[in-house]
């Protein structure tokens, strides 16, 4: 899990309710202990926002976003972009897969918008009534990455079939794993009725996730891996090799506002900001397709 | 009264997920295909690893508890580090070495060895975490053995294997359990270094803690069954190391 | 005259650069009873060692009974000599697995000879009995019962009555008096009491800050010592 906060809202608005560190020990000289402490404390988010270049307006409310995984390059991005928009507004973003993002949704965690990877966890969160209604707002789809040093000289998709390769895969409950099997399915009818099985015979690990699988292809652990596009883009040393439209599998993120958002408005802006020309333009940029 | 707070957060998750692995079909999950492989998986993975350190780390655990040779502290400093490091670190470590890019690794494949997204790959992960715990538990047992008792034996014309086997081995026979316990038990548990460097693969890497966290995503239930599993193993090594440090001691 | 049984020349045993021992010429004569006293840290304890193989000098050499020592030495040399120690080293068994011990080692089967060593040392039918459950001299006993059921050339004795009562004292002085006579054993014994040193050895060495001082037979070195240091210590009369 990657709990993203490009910014400390709570404990810089603390900050302000204390004398400015500059006035600096009081002059009776007696060191006090706790007071010391206390300014110490303070003194730590003005320094720190005194390394940013530009003195912004104290953010006074915290948007709180669940996004998958694939998504963190791009909503890292879209989140900066949100609070330079919006001076008065602090992004928070928690990364993880989409299963476990609505496992804690499910369980009672506070978060304002949820970015999912597959329609499935918003379906099973809109049943229990925490989610209103959802809309796409970007298409993965699937490619297959190699190491840029392809010792084992993969050259096309038909190569892949090849015995002894170590090929990584995500889990097939994962949705990225679940979609690579269906592309290798698909792919049957070009490479013959037994490619996916000689493709599987050579898979040596199940991942838990695309980012697991770009990591060992990168370490040159792997022969091959499949992932979304996303993820390669965010991995521009490794060599990829594209599945054609007709046998690829895509994936449509849907974005929703939880139905509790301590922030329903801003929560409405930001899904209106993911699905402007400017927020559409971020996530091509990151390897996603924008929704027709 | 503040301890309490502790022991609760400690007993109350353990016990809410018995609770719920126990209230749904135990059974039923516990003999799925997957279970079976990955506890398969694990009992001769853990054990391996726990065999293969005590044969290697007996006579190291000696040699540290006895001979003050050269490079000592640095020896001690290798064998404690693997305890502290995340585990995640020490299958990157382990990838970075043994992988097949990786130094030594490269050399391997020259034999036509290849080590990672095996069994193999598996143990030696195990072995990197689980080792340390053997060997220092068995130091502290060969050292608190005293000196002279071995030079008696040696006096009276033992060899180095009769002065182990009738000296050194019933004096320590308690603290070798202990630290074998001690290993295996952290062989089973173990799960960063053995997903890094091993990889997922029902069957041939997949262990408990493996399935376990990616039952979260598929199999709630299994992951539950095989987590009941491990706590219920764990509790029955912790009462035999209990048990062993309670009883009288040899010397 | 029969060849020494121990002979030391030039042996210097060095720990962190500091001699601890530093004989020129030692020999032991076979078959004698030869005491060594001393001060403690005087380096008594590190000659027996020399001597049992537990320590190799940093310098000199060692020949025992006409075979220079090795560096590693052969199992069949280690196992003709044996030492009992000050604190009797016992297996947490019964008396007759501590005292078949050495016998098991050697694959030596005991038939009658842990009963006739018992008997010797006054443990008469304690076969049974736990060995660590024994009082102080009785324990001391059945380590020196140990040593004897080997038959060992040298036997080699480290205070092995500093921490006894008289009675056991005389009991064990006894005993090795009469292994020496009855079996030919040489025997070293470190002790620090002189008087011990008077009623058992044939000859009686003193060492003084890892050198030998004096060497002489038992009447010469009290009744007409060479050096005046070995004078007062044979009075009793040396603060240590």
Redo the contacts between chains.
């Keep these: 899990m990657t709990l993203a906060s490009r910014k400390t809202p709570p404990v810089e608005s603390l900050g302000q309710g204390l004398p400015p560190p500059s006035r600096g020990r009081p002059h009776n000289g007696r060191p006090q202990g706790l007071p010391l402490l206390l300014r110490l404390c303070a003194l730590a988010p003005i320094l720190l926002s005194a390394c940013a270049a530009s003195p912004t307006p104290t953010p006074t409310q915290t948007l709180t976003i669940f996004a998958a995984s694939s998504l963190l390059g791009a909503f890292t991005e879209m989140g900066d972009s949100f609070e330079s928009a919006h001076p008065a507004v602090s992004v928070a973003l928690n990364f993880d897969g989409s299963q476990s993002l609505r496992a804690q949704i499910e369980q009672g965690a506070m978060a304002d918008v949820f970015a999912s990877a597959n329609a499935e966890e918003i379906e099973a969160l809109a049943a229990q009534s925490l989610i209103a209604t959802s809309q796409p707002f970007a298409a993965n789809s699937l490619i297959v990455i190699l190491p840029s040093a392809n010792t084992a000289g993969i050259q096309s998709l038909a190569d892949l079939a090849r015995p002894g390769l170590f090929l990584v895969l995500a889990a097939n409950d994962v949705p990225v794993g679940r979609y690579s099997r269906q592309a290798l399915e698909k792919l049957n009818a070009q490479f013959g009725a037994d490619y996916s099985t000689r493709v599987l015979a050579n898979l040596v690990s199940d991942e838990s996730n695309a980012k697991q699988i770009v990591a060992k292809v990168q370490l040159g652990e792997a022969d091959a891996g499949i992932v979304y596009v996303s993820d390669s883009v965010a991995a521009p040393d490794l060599l990829t090799l594209a599945i054609p439209p007709e046998y690829n599998v895509t994936a449509e993120y849907p974005i929703a506002a939880l139905a509790n958002a301590p922030h329903p408005e801003l929560a409405a802006e930001f899904i209106a900001f993911v699905l402007s020309a400017d927020g559409q333009s971020i996530l091509e940029k990151w390897g996603f397709r924008p929704v027709k | 009264m503040p301890g309490s707070v502790l022991v609760s957060l400690l007993a109350v998750p353990l016990a809410a997920l018995l609770w719920r692995a126990l209230s749904q079909n135990f059974a039923a999950h516990i003999i799925t295909h997957s279970a079976f492989a990955a506890l398969r998986i694990s009992l001769v993975t853990s054990t391996l690893t726990t065999f293969f350190t005590i044969i290697i780390g007996t006579p190291l655990a000696y040699a540290l508890a006895r001979w003050p040779f050269r490079g000592r502290p640095l020896i001690e400093l290798i064998i404690d580090l693997p305890i502290v490091l995340p585990p995640a670190v020490a299958g990157l470590a382990l990838l970075i070495a043994f992988g097949r890019q990786g130094v030594f690794g490269m050399w391997l494949g020259a034999f036509g060895i290849t080590l990672p997204f095996t069994t193999t790959a598996v143990v030696i992960a195990q072995t990197f975490v689980a080792a340390p715990l053997y060997v220092r538990t068995a130091r502290v047992g060969f050292a608190a053995v005293?000196v002279?008792?071995e030079?008696?034996?040696?006096?009276?014309?033992?060899?180095q294997w009769?002065l182990f086997r009738?000296?050194m081995l019933?004096l320590t026979a308690r603290s070798l359990l202990s630290g074998a316990i001690l290993c295996w038990t952290r062989a089973l548990g173990e799960f960063g270094a053995t997903i890094l460097f091993a990889g997922n693969l029902e069957g041939r890497t997949q262990t408990m803690p493996l399935a376990i966290y990616l039952g979260f995503e598929r199999d709630l239930g299994v992951a539950l069954a095989l987590s009941t599993l491990l706590i219920a193993t764990s509790i029955v090594l912790l009462a035999v190391l209990r048990w062993l440090d309670h009883s009288t001691p040899?010397? | 005259m029969n060849r020494p049984f121990y002979r030391l020349a030039n042996v210097k045993q060095i720990y962190n650069g500091r001699a601890v021992l530093d004989v020129e010429n030692l020999a032991v004569e076979r078959g004698e009873i030869l005491a060594i006293v001393g001060p403690s840290g005087a380096g008594k304890s590190t000659l027996l060692?020399l001597l049992?193989?537990?320590e190799t000098p940093t310098e000199g050499e060692i020949v025992f009974d006409g075979t220079p020592i090795p560096r590693d030495p052969p199992?069949d040399l280690?196992?003709r000599?044996?030492?009992v120690?000050q604190?009797p080293?016992l297996?947490?068994r019964s008396v007759r697995d501590n005292v078949s011990?050495?016998l098991?080692?050697?694959n030596i089967a005991p038939d009658g000879r842990v009963a006739d060593v018992l008997n010797r040392v006054g443990l008469a039918g304690m076969e049974t009995a736990a060995a660590r459950e024994l009082s102080g001299g009785e324990m001391q006993r059945v380590?020196l019962a140990?040593?004897l059921v080997?038959r060992p050339d040298a036997l080699?004795l480290d205070e092995p009555t500093a921490n006894l009562d008289p009675y056991n004292v005389g009991l064990i002085e006894s005993i090795v008096r009469e292994q020496n006579e009855s079996q030919g054993t040489t025997i070293v014994m470190v002790t620090h009491n002189v008087f011990q040193a008077r009623r058992l050895a044939h000859r009686v060495g003193l060492l003084l800050n890892g050198n030998l001082i004096e060497l002489s037979p038992t009447a010469e070195f009290f009744d007409s010592p060479r050096d005046p240091r070995a004078a007062v210590f044979a009075r009793g009369e040396m603060a240590y």
């Design positions: 005293d002279q008792l030079e008696s034996a040696y006096a009276e014309g033992a060899t009769q009738h000296v019933p040899d010397q | 060692r049992n193989f537990l199992l280690i196992r000599a044996t030492t120690f604190r080293m297996l947490n011990f050495g098991s080692l050697r380590a140990r040593a080997i080699l």
